[in-house]
């Protein structure tokens, strides 16, 4: 089995990553159900770490949804469909307004590639706006994550590979009337992912007015989990400048595509299939979009262990925090990497849980217990 691992970022320059986007909050604050997810208290996994505080940004409930990833996939739509129908971005972007353009223009469809939450988010936009979902999932994927993209209404078709065979297949379905909402980039198609990454901006703002509120104190040490690298990015344009941060980017000892990259100063692809627990992180390239302020904007990458994510699981629940294996990595590699990091009593700490339980019956498996439901 592969080892964790802890990296020095050989490619550390903050000073050249991205500003966050602020017109992603207006349009997602026209959503139904809009509310900023709440930082949670972690006081055990702090006695645990032995540092001062822990602190989670809880995304286990967005917009609906179990998962982060609707505030991109949303954002992204929203871009797409405006490009394609030839319409301006407004100062005051409007879902109701967007859906009313649509039904001049029938016959669009949505495709993407996901290995879970993603495509349930593009899925739950299609219909909000009325049109059909064609999703595309790698052949490993578990049934419930599945059977949720289909209960969006999407078509969902299992490819015979992993995530970047996925990818490959939603890209092969672009056409005039079906438009792909990928969150990862290649050559010549690179919007749509940083219109992702502009979504996620509103999680990371709604962080800043938190520590500006009090509600958390100002971290000392911020952990992303990081797969293509779309959320990853987000947290380093927000969290790059705060000077004494340290940032740390966590990936699954079998899906380490950006510590690869990162040692070999070159976007790198590696073997696949990628078959961690942690299936939102389970891809072999990183973003081209996203890398830029990936590659120059942590401190250190690092990678764990489907074991350390199922120990990062329990301590969250043991906090009253339900997490599912991709939304734990971060804390994961915190807790994995503590000494390495050099965390002690006067350091602050912030982690994202990006999500709630997706797999249910793993969910259980791993912290021991029976829920029936979320």
């Not at 052949?139 to 078509?155: K, L, N, P, W, Y």
Request: aromatic content about 6%.
């Amino acid at each position: 089995m592969t080892m964790p691992r802890l990296v020095s970022n050989p490619l550390l320059n903050k000073a050249q990553t991205g500003t966050l986007v602020r017109e992603s909050l207006g349009f997602h604050e026209s959503l139904p159900g809009y509310a900023p997810t709440p930082v949670r208290s972690l006081p055990g996994v702090a006695r645990q770490l032995g540092v001062r505080s822990v602190h989670v940004k809880d995304e286990s409930v967005r917009l609906g949804m179990p998962s982060f990833k609707i505030l991109g996939a949303s954002w992204a739509t929203y871009r797409v469909l405006l490009r394609h129908l030839g319409l301006e971005l407004k100062s005051s972007p409007s879902l109701h307004r967007l859906k009313e353009e649509l039904a001049e223009h029938p016959g669009l469809r949505l495709t993407a590639a996901t290995d879970g939450n993603h495509g349930r988010a593009v899925a739950r936009m299609a219909a909000l706006l009325g049109l059909p979902a064609h999703i595309v999932v790698p052949a490993d994927m578990v049934q419930a994550r599945i059977d949720a993209i289909r209960s969006e209404g999407a078509t969902v078709e299992i490819v015979d590979g992993g995530y970047d065979d996925a990818i490959a297949r939603s890209a092969a379905l672009a056409s005039a009337d079906t438009l792909v909402i990928s969150d990862t980039s290649w050559e010549g198609y690179v919007d749509p992912p940083s219109w992702v990454i502009d979504g996620y901006s509103t999680m990371i703002t709604e962080v800043l007015r938190q520590i500006e509120r009090g509600e958390m104190p100002r971290p000392t040490a911020v952990a992303a989990q990081i797969g293509v690298g779309a959320f990853a990015a987000a947290v380093v344009r927000g969290f790059s400048e705060f000077e004494g941060t340290l940032l740390l980017g966590v990936e699954p000892t079998e899906a380490d595509c950006v510590i690869t990259s990162a040692e070999q100063h070159r976007i790198t692809t590696i073997a696949g299939p990628q078959r961690s627990i942690m299936a939102g992180l389970n891809c072999g390239t990183p973003s081209l979009i996203a890398w830029p302020d990936v590659s120059r904007g942590f401190d250190y990458f690092s990678t764990v262990t489907d074991a350390d994510a199922a120990d990062a699981m329990r301590a969250l629940h043991a906090d009253d925090v339900i997490s599912g294996e991709s939304g734990a990595a971060g804390l994961a590699g915190i807790m994995a990497h503590a000494a390495g990091l050099g965390l002690g009593p006067e350091d602050d700490v912030l982690v994202f849980s990006t999500e709630g339980a997706t797999d249910l019956a793993n969910f259980n498996r791993i912290c021991g217990i029976e829920l029936t439901s979320l």
